[in-house]
């Protein structure tokens, strides 16, 4: 990616959104990468080896969450049930909004679309 030494200022927003994404791209390259199954590469981001997709998601999420007392996080290991972990728990928190199996979300939509992964919610320009 060529960023330009300076910016022309004629919209204040876009010359933040493109500093901002030149920070982000100074970050993925300063860390350790190994070749990646998924995607091309996988770098070593706090502790755990991911996709440069998911930095932006993980720095928003850290940036800007602001929990609430009733919130619900569910929190696994990947390939250890996440999507058996997810049903259950839209189920359950669910269960006096869908008493019946009848028209019921898990029937016709997947769990990882009723429960999203906190980085994928954050990811993006709608924050």
């Not at 060529?2 to 791209?25: F, L, R, V």
Request: charged content about 15%; proline content about 6%.
């Amino acid at each position: 990616v060529n960023y330009p030494s300076h910016s022309i200022s004629a919209a204040p927003m876009a010359s933040t959104e493109g500093h901002q994404e030149y920070e982000e791209e100074k970050q993925i390259q300063s860390l350790p990468k190994e070749r990646g199954w998924a995607s091309r590469y996988l770098y070593l981001f706090q502790g755990f080896w991911c996709p440069s997709t998911h930095i932006q998601g993980v720095n928003s999420f850290q940036n800007h969450f602001q929990a609430k007392h009733n919130d619900v996080i569910v929190a696994s290991f990947p390939k250890s049930g996440t999507t058996w972990l997810k049903a259950l728990t839209f189920a359950i928190l669910n269960r006096h909004r869908f008493p019946s199996l009848e028209n019921h979300p898990l029937l016709t939509s997947n769990s990882h679309d009723l429960v999203p992964f906190l980085h994928f919610i954050f990811h993006g320009d709608d924050i």
